[in-house]
């Protein structure tokens, strides 16, 4: 069982952790002139799995965005990677707290391994996203679509490794919560990804 000095140490990382959290914008908050993007946002994120989530995490970069479909896709990728980097700091700090049951450490080691390929993947999609031209728009965009899949995989990958009641516990609660947040994220990215892939007229 995790003693009270783990429990606390947990306790304080996820106190901390809940300054990152999205802060959803009221129609008050929105600019006569960013309502147009703000809607276009609203429109594109009901195409994905998780609508809201994504609406969240996209509206408050509307005047970035605009109406772009490619700048849209470059954001919801850009949110993504930092969640994923926050998640990962988050399981190394974890793993280096005393008392953790030899699974759950195991499972944690695990999972930081899987986390950073997801890094990387959402990364390299991301640099390849900025290299897009007419001529290689398709070679490009299955090269994304096909990194950001396998970072879902990974994310997956990792809830697995905490699954069964063997492993609950504090470590447990917080890791999951995490990595099914950005579980959801990255779905509505590649979902974001594909219609932008599967409509010509985004062409560059």
């Not at 070679?139 to 990194?147: A, G, R, V, Y």
Request: aromatic letters at 6%; one cysteine or more; a positive charge.
């Amino acid at each position: 069982m995790e003693g009270s000095s783990l429990r606390h140490g947990l306790a304080i990382l996820f106190i901390v952790l809940q300054f990152t959290t999205y802060i959803p914008l009221s129609s008050a908050d929105i600019p006569f002139h960013n309502q147009r993007n703000i809607e276009y946002i609203k429109s594109s994120c009901s195409t994905t799995t998780y609508p809201r989530l994504c609406y969240r995490s996209l509206s408050i970069y509307a005047s970035k965005i605009n109406t772009s479909p490619r700048l849209l896709v470059h954001t919801a990728l850009n949110v993504t990677l930092k969640a994923s980097k926050s998640t990962s700091r988050l399981m190394i700090k974890i793993s280096r707290i005393h008392g953790l049951r030899p699974r759950v450490a195991a499972a944690m080691a695990d999972c930081i391994e899987v986390i950073g390929d997801s890094v990387d993947e959402l990364q390299q999609s991301i640099g390849e996203l900025g290299h897009i031209r007419r001529s290689n728009f398709s070679l490009s965009m299955s090269d994304i679509q096909t990194w950001v899949s396998a970072a879902l995989t990974d994310e997956d990958t990792c809830m697995d490794g905490f699954a069964g009641k063997a492993m609950n516990g504090y470590a447990k609660t917080m890791v999951r919560k995490r990595i099914v947040k950005i579980a959801h994220l990255t779905s509505n990215a590649l979902a974001l990804i594909n219609n932008y892939a599967s409509n010509q007229s985004n062409l560059p």
